[in-house]
């Protein structure tokens, strides 16, 4: 029998920090009645068009393998929506992968350009697979700290401050997870002459495009001189609601996704046939859907953001995904204990901000992809927390 | 009639569901109470805003069931004044809750509800087919709703099936 496993465990498997997330998930999962603010997905369920389509396949018997990179025709829809949505041209037959998520496109993304050592800008408060994810490719995650000063925006300055000899690459995403802010185009050109200068590759996490509510998205790979040296990921999760799907892709130079589809053939083969199919159709016929989710989207934001500031908790106005991130250094606690005495005390989850990086202390996470009589009811009981424990002092 | 953006957004959120209180939609819409009930006063008065029905799914409460029939009509059009005239007087019969102008097989669709099959069986015979102009109806007795105004009845409610917390 053997008694100590960790002889066999790798070195990367055992360093491997687990997600903060996951421990306030079984919390929050071995309560009862808990109204979720925690949730990183959306409370809508994939439009009906979309799941008939994956069904009608089903039925149709489209069970077999696809070409790794994804269905052609669903690569070609791919490739007139970043074109049509976001000016940006790929080739179908060459520059586009679909993948597991987007997930599995960042895993592809750097293990494409990773050498051991490598450095690796993440921009922070960031997702919380980035680090592990550039850790598992051999690279070393290096993190770039932002603030609620100028709205958790990256400047151009925080990035060049923390560039080596030996960094590599940066990951941007914007509309953020977890703070939702929204880099504008004047932003990113501003970054992208950083980038240019220091001759690195942008790893663009897009997934949140379709929800940007106050300004047009805008891609990094549509900046000038960025279409290069940006590998773009995006995906159907939060835009189209299909987050159990686990499609995305990823579209770059051909040079990048020549070795990209080498590891995805290797290790994935090829997203799911019939889930490719529903693809197809939501990139075809869902523009109203979409449209309609991020019109009510913004309208909880809206109701979210302003009632938080009302009960005392300074909240800035995220451009997009379905995140705020209150700051609760006024209650005096850390953002892990303002988080678990809420939910033992109220039974509200939200994600302390210290998950998402050391620049997250001092914040929650809350999730407004929840209906509109759990966020009110939510909110209140977040105001009885705060005024209960005296935790705010009220202006 | 061309609306504000606003206008449109404060329609939209009273669809979904006008008990809504006007506090929630002003911080819905970012704008003042005082604006909102302005703008919801002007709806009304342009009678953009019709009025405010509650969908009930009678069929649930023992004893209210309605029956409802769908009557394909055929008409001899009056000359100056169209279908207008009898459609006119046949929506003022109480029984017909609702009425319509169709292309096709026949002119007017109508839908009526009524507490008994005798009821509907009396407006058909006595109310409706003499009226002058009347050539033919063709009853529809409807059997069960499945959807209505958008909204789906008997399906088992799609709830949140997600996990408490997520990246
Ligand atoms: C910023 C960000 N990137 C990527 C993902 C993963 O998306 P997918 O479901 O497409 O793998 C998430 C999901 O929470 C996210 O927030």
Redesign the pocket.
């Known amino acids: 029998m053997i008694e100590d496993y960790s002889r066999y465990v790798s070195e990367t498997g055992k360093e491997l920090k687990p997600s903060g997330i996951r421990k306030f998930f079984d919390l929050a999962a071995s309560m009862e009645g808990v109204i979720s603010l925690g949730v990183?997905?959306p409370d809508f369920i994939t439009p009906w068009n979309i799941r008939e389509a994956a069904i009608v396949s089903l039925e149709q018997g489209f069970t077999s393998y696809t070409a790794n990179a994804g269905l052609l025709e669903l690569r070609q829809e791919i490739s007139a929506y970043l074109d049509k949505r976001f000016g940006v041209p790929y080739n179908p037959s060459n520059q586009i992968i679909v993948t597991?998520?987007?997930?599995?496109?960042?895993d592809l993304a750097f293990r494409a350009i990773l050498n051991q050592g490598d450095e690796v800008l993440i921009v922070e408060p960031a997702?919380v697979?980035y680090s592990p994810l550039v850790t598992l490719a051999g690279g070393r995650p290096i993190p770039v700290s932002t603030s609620p000063a100028n709205g958790f925006k990256v400047t151009p300055e925080q990035i060049e401050q923390q560039i080596t000899s030996k960094t590599k690459a940066i990951l941007l995403?914007s509309p953020?997870?977890p703070t939702g802010s929204t880099l504008t185009k004047a932003d990113l050109e501003g970054i992208a002459k950083v980038i240019e200068k220091h001759d690195l590759i942008v790893v663009s996490?897009e997934?949140?495009a379709e929800l940007s509510y106050d300004e047009e998205f805008t891609s990094f790979s549509s900046i000038k001189g960025m279409y290069d040296r940006t590998i773009l990921?995006n995906?159907?999760?939060?835009g189209f609601a299909m987050?159990g799907w686990?499609?995305?892709f990823v579209a770059a130079p051909k040079p990048l996704t020549e070795v990209m589809l080498k590891i995805h053939q290797y290790t994935t083969m090829c997203a799911p046939n019939m889930l490719q199919h529903g693809a197809i159709e939501a990139l075809r016929n869902t523009y109203h859907e979409v449209e309609a989710m991020k019109r009510s989207y913004r309208r909880r934001r809206n109701y979210v953001v302003q009632t938080l500031n009302q009960i005392g908790l300074d909240c800035h106005v995220p451009g997009g995904?379905f995140y705020v991130f209150p700051s609760i250094r006024t209650t005096g606690l850390t953002s892990e204990q303002f988080a678990e005495e809420l939910l033992l005390q109220e039974k509200v989850a939200v994600v302390p901000g210290n998950v998402f990086g050391e620049s997250g202390e001092g914040y929650v996470r809350c999730s407004y992809a929840t209906s509109m009589p759990q966020l009110q009811e939510a909110l209140k009981r977040m105001q009885q927390f705060l005024e209960s424990r005296k935790l705010v002092s009220k202006a | 009639m061309k609306l504000s953006s606003e206008e449109i957004e404060i329609l939209r959120i009273m669809e979904e569901n006008h008990k809504i209180s006007v506090e929630s939609i002003a911080l819905m819409v970012m704008s003042s109470e005082e604006s909102v009930r302005k703008t919801i006063k002007k709806l009304e008065d342009d009678k953009i805003i019709m009025s405010y029905p509650t969908l009930i799914d009678w069929s649930k409460v023992e004893g209210q069931e309605n029956i409802i029939a769908m009557i394909d009509v055929k008409v001899t059009p009056k000359r100056g004044v169209g279908f207008d005239e009898v459609a006119d007087r046949i929506a003022r019969f109480p029984e017909v809750s609702s009425l319509y102008l169709m292309s096709g097989g026949y002119d007017l669709s109508i839908t009526i509800e009524g507490k008994t099959m005798n009821q509907i069986a009396t407006f058909v015979s006595e109310k409706l087919s003499t009226i002058e102009n009347v050539i033919s109806t063709t009853t529809h007795f409807m059997l069960k709703k499945y959807k209505h105004d958008g909204v789906i009845f008997s399906s088992g409610d799609e709830k949140d099936r997600r996990m408490v917390v997520?990246?």
Not at chain 1, 100 to 106: E, K, M, P, R, T
């Open positions: 990183g997905e597991i998520g987007a997930s599995q496109g960042l997702f697979s995403c953020n997870n996490d997934i949140y990921l995906g159907f999760s939060k987050t686990r499609l995305g995904a | 997520s990246p």
